[in-house]
């Protein structure tokens, strides 16, 4: 994905809410690779996304026909990766933009809640 996303964009959602709404996954795909674009602000799983994997699977395929053969289980393979990828940028996105207080709040009830399973799993049984 490296060579699709211009350099200084890899953490900018640079899609326009208008266009993400007047966009048809049915008639055809979300982007380009010449103008590849990932909504960070939605889901990994969301149509746009969905649809921006599976551009960059068949440039990919089609970019590396001499390493990788366009198989259903490669296909299958790339798509996965690229989702979990996508997944990350979304997941760097997020906290770009959150904050580094929420961040340490987050973590703090974290382990609140994982105290609080250990000490009611390790209670010893009440005896009569």
Not at 21 to 31: L, T
Not at 60 to 78: C, G, K, P
Request: a positive charge.
């Amino acid at each position: 994905m490296a060579d699709m996303i211009p350099p200084g964009e890899w953490l900018q959602d640079i899609i326009h809410p208008d266009e993400l709404h007047s966009w048809d996954p049915r008639m055809g795909p979300c982007c380009t690779p010449a103008r590849f674009r990932l909504h960070l602000a939605g889901t990994p799983r969301d149509d746009w996304n969905l649809s921006a994997s599976r551009v960059f699977t068949d440039h990919f395929l089609a970019s590396n026909s001499s390493s990788y053969q366009d198989t259903w289980e490669v296909r299958q393979m790339v798509l996965k990766k690229s989702q979990a990828y996508i997944k990350s940028l979304i997941k760097l996105y997020r906290q770009q933009y959150v904050g580094d207080n929420i961040i340490l709040q987050n973590k703090i009830a974290q382990r609140r809640r994982e105290r609080k399973v250990t000490v009611c799993y390790y209670l010893p049984a009440a005896t009569d």
